[in-house]
């Protein structure tokens, strides 16, 4: 009888498997062809000294790779790229869950200013580059004059001191919307009859901020710090409408670079290697913060 | 345990493939309204038409559309009109024209899809198309007989291990542009012939309160472009001598060229806006055209952004005096040049549209309005801005610019230390950058 419900719910099970694996076919298929197979593809150009344009390439083994820390080029470019993404993170969750309370507050004209903080991410990212760009050369100096402030007397972007900042501010000010919208869903999940306990126990705004709020936005900032880390570490749009990596190389991020040498000096398998190589950096920065996120679901 | 360990692995996996993913580039073209014939029908061929299918439409009587890509935003408009022209004498022959601000990056990213648009123009004297022309991406007219009617210097440099595969149309010189009315203003009736009247006219200007040479030096693009095409006037030979600093035989802070560079570098930013660093190519064309600069240099292809900005601008393109005093020879390019591609639809119409450029009067039609010096035979070169480009090209007083022979890559490795210069004038920093991006880039060629 046992044997007998064993080989039942075995064959059900094989059955349930394959309307599985029938519906799993086509994204996987789908996601083979279009992801997989360009990774596969552009690992085998790594090994070769193709330039993007000739139909006929040498296969050179692991000469690009070796040739990555030739310059310090590359270096350069990580480090900047790392400074930019870590503040880029801190900075779109402390604004990002700022802005979200303060428009979780019953404040007067609440749906308004939520949708005006909304607007900068319909615009294109390099669109709202090269606004920026003008601004900073029309406006910027005029007010820098004005208010006698010799830093910003003449565009911030020529600045090597000030012209990440620039395009980190204008990161944030579009880049701030999607996040600062998953913070108020977060905030507005959170059961206000906690709050009000919370309340009526006499705990102070920062306890019910730190014992209340916060663990239950945990998820949400998990996911934030998800797309920044990857925007960040793939920043390139902003640079490329606003600094082009200069002033010299002051902001030249890994994209950029790999841009540089894949599109402007030809060195089409090299720039591919550049982006392997940069591919592990993000997996091995991606497989700590997988870790670490899973671990503090486990507690 | 070993799923979540797996589980890791394969989302940073993911991760990282989705970097590599986005690297592919944009293949991003603007489509201007088209040059249509008024004879062509409204039947609309398919996009991905075979060559045969095409001759036979138009064979058949049927319309035949063929893309024109031009790299050059400026010659959009006259290229539309000159497109329309033609579909006029051949009906059933439509002339789609796209353009882009990206040419190289786009050409590359369509080769590589077997997507070349049928025409375009192409820079016959430069490495990149010459290794495309070598591969077969475009077809060969070396036996066309409307190539006589070109210059022999153009068809000199357009040559590609002996045969050809563009049309070159004009050659574009660099020099120095002078708004006159700007120096009129101020006393100043001629441009100047040297180094030291050049510099005696910016004091003049300066000591006015106007500022004098326009240097847009946030553009790294316009910086490399200047350092090329100025280090060749320095020495026309700049490829030996960097040569010799690749192979060891010389530093970078002991060249000749790039001393002068510098040295030149600093006395013109005596003259410049005090945002020089902070200004792009067209906030300085704009500023120039509207009477706020006196000199900015830039090749023949900028008269047309001066005259759209400001129609009544007065200004004359002069040669670079050579900063040590030495003669000066102009830098000349092989400006626009058409080819066909060999995916071209219909090749027989892309040749003929070839030999359609090549006639006097489209050759002429072109020439006024894209203002480089052209290399057609019988077309009357009467843009009297560029009169000294003209005679300068008359009396062969001219050479290829560098970038036909500098290893490919060579002026986007350096433009960096330049920029870098330009802003703090650190000559140790630049030797340093020179040096390495010498070394880096003749190695790698």
């Known amino acids: 009888m046992g044997e007998k419900k064993k080989s039942g719910r075995s064959k059900r099970d094989r059955g349930r498997n394959g309307a599985f694996l029938l519906f799993t076919a086509p994204g996987f298929f789908l996601y083979s062809f279009f992801f997989i ?3 596969i593809m552009g690992i085998y150009y790594s090994t070769t000294d193709w330039d993007g344009i000739t139909k006929s390439y040498n296969f050179i083994g692991f000469d690009n790779y070796l040739k990555i820390f030739r310059t310090g080029q590359f270096t350069d470019a990580l480090f900047f790229t790392i400074k930019y993404t870590v503040l880029l993170v801190v900075f779109t969750i402390v604004f990002g869950l700022g802005i ?28 709202v580059g090269l606004i920026f760009n003008k601004i900073c050369y029309y406006i910027i100096p005029v007010i820098g004059k004005f208010l006698h402030i010799q830093a910003i007397s003449q565009n911030p972007l020529a600045d090597k001191n000030l ?43 920062w306890d019910i901020f730190r014992y209340i709020t916060v663990p239950f936005i945990l998820p949400v900032v998990s996911v934030v710090f998800v797309l920044t880390l990857k925007g960040g570490l793939m920043v390139f749009d902003y640079i490329k409408a606003m600094t082009e990596g200069g002033p010299g190389n002051t902001t030249r991020s890994v994209a950029m670079l790999i841009y540089k040498h894949g599109f402007t000096q030809n060195k089409y398998a090299f720039a591919i290697a550049e982006a392997i190589f940069m591919g592990l950096v993000v997996a091995a920065i991606s497989a700590v913060q997988i870790y670490f996120t899973d671990k503090k679901k486990a507690v | ?144 007989e409307y190539l006589s009617k070109v210059n022999s210097t153009a068809m000199e440099m357009s040559n590609c291990d002996g045969n050809y595969y563009a049309v070159p149309m004009s050659l574009s010189t660099y020099g120095i542009y002078a708004n006159m009315d700007v120096l009129g203003a101020n006393g100043i009736t001629e441009t100047p012939s040297t180094w030291e009247e050049l510099i005696a006219d910016c ?107 400001n129609p ?27 080819s066909i591609s060999s995916t071209c639809k ?25 203002g ?58 630049f030797f340093e950058s020179s040096q390495e991006a010498i070394e880096t880039i003749y190695a790698d060629n």
């Open chain 1, 100 to 127: 979200a309370m303060l428009l979780n507050r019953k404040i007067k004209g609440r749906t308004f200013f939520r949708g005006i903080y909304f607007i900068p991410a319909v615009l294109s990212s390099l669109t």
């Open chain 1, 163 to 205: 012209a990440m900042w620039v395009i980190l501010f204008v990161n944030l000010w579009q880049g701030l919307c999607i996040p600062t919208l998953l913070f108020l869903a977060g905030l507005q999940s959170v059961p206000t009859d906690l709050y009000d306990g919370a309340a009526l126990d006499g705990a102070s705004a």
């Open chain 2, 203 to 309: 004091e003049t200007l300066k000591a006015n309160g106007v500022t004098a040479f326009l240097l847009p030096n946030k553009d790294v693009g316009n910086v490399a472009q200047r350092f090329e095409r100025t280090a060749g006037i320095i020495n026309n030979d700049t490829y030996s001598e960097f040569k010799k600093i690749a192979d060891g035989e010389m530093e970078a802070k002991d060249s000749p060229t790039l001393q002068t560079w510098c040295d030149y570098n600093e006395d013109l930013l005596n003259y410049t806006a005090d945002d020089h660093m902070g200004m792009d190519y067209d906030i300085a064309a704009a500023e120039f055209s509207n009477g706020n600069g006196g000199f900015m240099l830039s090749g023949t292809w900028m008269l047309a952004t001066v005259q759209k900005n």
């Open chain 2, 312 to 338: 009544d601008a007065n200004v004359e393109l002069f040669a670079f005096p050579h900063p040590r005093g030495e003669t000066t020879k102009v830098p000349v390019n092989i400006d626009t040049s058409f």
């Open chain 2, 1 to 144: 345990m070993k799923f979540k360990k797996l589980s890791v692995v394969m989302a940073a996996l993911l991760a990282a493939s989705s970097l590599l993913a986005a690297c592919g580039g944009k293949n991003e073209t603007q489509s201007t309204p088209e040059a249509e014939s008024t004879e062509a029908t409204e039947q609309e061929p398919a996009e991905a038409e075979s060559e045969d299918a095409g001759q036979e439409d138009a064979a058949s009587g049927g319309e035949v559309t063929l893309e024109l890509l031009l790299t050059k935003s400026e010659i959009v408009s006259i290229m539309e009109e000159i497109a329309a022209k033609f579909c006029e004498e051949n009906p059933g022959v439509k002339i789609d024209v796209t353009s882009t601000g990206d040419g190289a990056t786009v050409v590359r990213t369509r080769a590589a899809s077997n997507e070349l648009p049928d025409i375009m123009n192409t820079y016959p004297a430069e490495d990149f198309y010459k290794d495309m022309f070598r591969d077969g991406y475009f077809e060969d007219i070396t036996d066309a």
């Open chain 2, 346 to 370: 219909d090749k027989e119409i892309g040749l003929k549209f070839l030999e359609f450029m090549t006639r006097e009067d489209i050759a002429q039609m072109y020439c006024d309005a894209d």
């Open chain 1, 37 to 39: 197979m360009p990774v």
């Open chain 2, 372 to 429: 480089n010096v052209s290399t057609i035979e019988g077309v009357e070169y009467s843009i009297p801005q560029h009169a000294n480009m003209k005679t300068a090209v008359d009396e062969g007083n001219i050479f290829l610019t560098a970038v036909n022979f500098w290893p490919t890559g060579l002026r986007e490795e350096i433009r960096d230390g330049c920029q870098m210069f330009l802003g703090d004038l650190d000559r140790d920093a």
